[in-house]
């Protein structure tokens, strides 16, 4: 994994510094110890990791309930699970944002299947793409990211947030945006590249 | 599969594929550094993507999340992985070793931790090997779908059975998980790793064992189809 040259969005930074007993916060140790059963170490793995990840189930999500809810499923995973963590293998701050980005799209599906059981119409699993996409830029917080998501093209940045923000698997973004499979998955690829490169994230 | 399975790692980076396409492209991904770097590199930028939409959760929330932690009992570290292949005499020696390792590598915090950890794994070993070495003890292999192979050892008298799997391809947030089926109806006998020996007792009325690819942390009932299955 590539080292963490992430700034911290103002709101990582407020939680941080109110971590009274680990001013050289170092997240790995955090999960680590976490493993360990040790609840101070959760508690402050939580208040670096809880906006990060409540911000990415409430956009996926969207109902503010439900997404409360999958943020402490997400914790609670975390907690049970955290032995499975290896800093060797990667960051804690990856894995607890993988873990919640699948835990989140999981309750979509969850929430859809159940959705379509109880109605007779066709459910049509969200508001319509331009919205969703429109939405993302409009909120984005970081200026980086919304610089880069700037300089992708139209496809590429369709694909990317219906993807990732949105929770549609592959096949649905193709569906959406009314292109076949192959070009789909070439424009996500295309567009992380150039995401990855505009960031700088090296891997 | 006709599909290039290379093309998928942008779909896979975003969280896109399918269980059983991540489950395959996972595969590929240990076998491929090179899609290994980009992948690793594309995670990195979906994080990326994740802090941007940050959003403070409300208060209450902590607190509940910290008192839900403080009754949730966390799952426990594979301290020895067995060896399949590895003769049944020489165990006792490489658990000890294993033991030092684990005791050395975790230090004094950890040390009570593991050393309960250690005692519930010797009890475990001694039934195990009770399977392992019983006469009427049947041996089964299969193959699985995903790949990796299955090893059951039956002991009708014991009512117990040991599975082993191996080769398993390795899955990020996904599990392998075990199941007794009796007449079609399974009951979870817990989940599966690469070498480990399952110790699988009651099995008596099962007509047989199932191996599923289920969500971290495994699941109440099997949410996909079986990898592959072996008759008791």
Known sequence: MPPTSVPSSPDDKRHLSSVDDAPALDLDDLLVRTARGDDQAFAALY??????????????????ARAEEVTQEVF????????????????????VLVLAHRRAVDAIRHDQAASDREDNYDW?????????SEEVIVNLEHEQVRRCMDGLTELQRES???????GYTYPEV?????????????????????????????? | MTIDLHSLVGPYALDVLEPDERTEFEAHLDSCPTCREEVDGFIATAVRLGEAVAQDPPDALRARILSAAATTPQERPTVVPMRRKRPLRSRAVGLVAAAA?????????????????????????????????????????????????????????????VVTVSSLPTLSDRVYQLWTMREGVPTSAGLLENSDMTYVSDVDGADQMAVTVEPAGGSAKPTSLPIGTVAL
């Not at chain 2, 590598?105 to 950890?110: E, K, P, Q, R, S």
């Not at chain 2, 001694?126 to 009427?136: I, P």
């Open chain 2, 101 to 161: 390792m684990a005791v050395a590598a975790v230090g004094v915090t950890g040390y009570v931790l593991e050393h309960q950890q250690l005692q519930d794994y010797q009890a475990q070993q001694s039934d195990v090997e009770a399977v392992m070495t019983a006469a009427d003890a049947q041996i089964a292999d299969t193959e699985l779908s995903g790949g990796g192979t299955m090893r059951l050892v039956h002991s009708s008298k014991l009512d117990a059975a």
């Open chain 1, 76 to 95: 609670l995973q975390v907690w049970r699970t955290a032995t499975r963590f290896d800093p060797e293998r990667g960051r804690a701050k990856t894995w």
């Open chain 1, 160 to 166: 990317v947030n219906l993807a990732y923000y949105g």
């Open chain 1, 47 to 64: 208040d670096a990791l809880g906006s990060s990840v409540h911000g990415l189930t409430r956009r996926l999500l969207r109902n503010p």
């Open chain 1, 174 to 203: 193709a569906e959406l945006l009314d292109a076949n499979l192959a070009t789909v998955k070439t424009r996500m690829r295309d567009g992380l590249i150039r995401l990855r490169d505009c960031m700088g994230v090296t891997a």
């Open chain 1, 124 to 132: 049509v699993g969200g508001p319509d793409h331009d919205v969703v």
